[in-house]
Nanobody, 124 residues
Framework: QVQLVESGGGEVQTGGSLSLSCVFS????????MGWFRQAPGREREIVAY????????YYADSVKGRFTISRDNDKNTAYLQMNSLKPEDTAVYYC?????????????????WGQGTQVTVSS
C-alpha cells in the first residue's frame, strides 16, 4: 500500500518562503507522477503543480507560476514543493498525491493516493 507523508508546512509572513516535502513508500516511486494540491476553507481542492514520473515535465497553476517550483528525487522517493514570494491567498492545506498517469494530470480524481495534508498559513 502506498503511503505519502508530507512535511514542511507552517506560518510565514507575506513574501516569505516554505519548502514542502512528500515522502513516498510502498511501491516503485518512479512509476508515479506526483502532484501538489491545496484546499482553502470554503473552497474546492485545486491543483498547484505536478511533475511527471521522470521529472522532466512540470505543470503549474497560473496563480503560482514563477513563485513555486515542484521537483522530485527518485533516489530518495521524495517530491518537493518550493514556495517563494508567498501571499495570504496561498493559505491552505497542501496535499501531495500520486497518480499512475505517469505523464501527470491536473485532475484530482485521477490521483490514486493522497497524503494527510500540511497547513500553510501566510500572514499579511
Amino acid at each position: 500500500q502506498v503511503q505519502l507523508v508530507e512535511s514542511g508546512g507552517g506560518e510565514v509572513q507575506t513574501g516569505g518562503s516554505l519548502s514542502l516535502s512528500c515522502v513516498f513508500s510502498g511501491r516503485i516511486f518512479p512509476t508515479y507522477a506526483m502532484g501538489w494540491f491545496r484546499q482553502a476553507p470554503g473552497r474546492e481542492r485545486e491543483i498547484v503543480a505536478y511533475i511527471n514520473w521522470i521529472g522532466d515535465t512540470t505543470y503549474y497553476a497560473d496563480s503560482v507560476k514563477g513563485r513555486f517550483t515542484i521537483s522530485r528525487d527518485n533516489d530518495k522517493n521524495t517530491a518537493y514543493l518550493q514556495m517563494n514570494s508567498l501571499k495570504p491567498e496561498d493559505t491552505a492545506v497542501y496535499y501531495c498525491a500520486a497518480t499512475n498517469a505517469v505523464a501527470g494530470t491536473t485532475q484530482a480524481r485521477l490521483y490514486d493516493y493522497w497524503g494527510q495534508g500540511t497547513q500553510v498559513t501566510v500572514s499579511s
